[in-house]
């Protein structure tokens, strides 16, 4: 059974960086067919995509966070990663990493990221 | 971007009730609208992609329809697990946009 865990700083300070790794175990992020994704959740509100990418490096973004967010790939380790540059308190959210088949069909658990001084 | 209007934003339901949600995409997304619940505290878990077909391993009283720009959701049958919030997401085009969630309340 696939599985995906969020891992990185819970607390970030205003205008800092953001960085999560999302590791993934019981299959290989370099297998075809699949994109990896991240989707944050504000709280008490909606989802919304961030973006994703291939085993291959090519990535999509959000254009309401292009010019802030970089993600990467390393298929040595398994995983995947998201930086979120320039955060305000608008970031502060539940990010979530996923797997994109036909839809998100495998989720992490989440971690809560807050954006405070 | 393609917005997604989902209605109704809550609903207050009883155990048995059928229960339906509907989406409605700004623009045609022919059939790539997928359907997730998501319990407090935890991530979503999808139940319905391409607008219609049922995740393997899913109870039969969930089920989805529609093509184009509208869509819908439904549980027959509500059991005491199915309260949750639900949520459209279409996998057209980039951006994937989700639709604003509808809370399912006995």
């Known amino acids: 059974q696939l599985q995906l865990q969020e891992s990185g700083s819970g607390l970030v300070k205003p205008s800092q960086t953001l960085s999560l790794t999302c590791a993934v175990s019981g299959g290989s992020i370099g297998s075809g067919g699949y994109s990896w994704s991240w989707i944050r959740q504000s709280p008490g509100k909606g989802l919304e995509w961030v973006g994703h990418?291939?085993?291959?490096?090519?990535?999509y973004y959000n254009p309401s966070l292009q010019s802030r967010v970089t993600m990467s790939v390393d298929t040595s380790k398994n995983q995947f990663a998201l930086n979120l540059t320039s955060l305000t308190a608008a970031d502060t959210a539940v990010y979530y990493c996923?797997?994109?088949?036909?839809?998100?069909?495998?989720w992490g658990q989440g971690i809560l990221v807050t954006v405070s001084s | 971007d393609i917005q997604m209007t989902q209605s109704p934003s809550s609903l207050s339901a009883s155990v048995g009730d059928r229960v339906t949600i509907t989406c409605q995409a700004s623009q045609d997304i022919t059939k790539y609208l997928n359907w997730y619940q998501q319990k407090p505290g935890k991530a979503p878990k999808l139940l319905i992609y391409?607008?219609?077909k049922l995740e393997s391993g899913l109870p039969s009283r969930f089920s989805g329809s529609g093509s184009g720009t509208k869509f819908t959701f439904t549980i027959t049958t509500l059991q005491p697990e199915d309260i949750a919030t639900y949520y459209c997401?279409?996998?057209?085009?980039?951006?994937?946009?989700f639709g604003g969630g509808t809370k399912v309340q006995i």
């Open positions: 391409d607008a219609s």
């Open positions: 996923a797997r994109v088949g036909f839809a998100y069909d495998f």
């Open positions: 990418i291939y085993h291959s490096g090519s990535s």
């Open positions: 997401l279409q996998f057209d085009s980039l951006p994937l946009t």
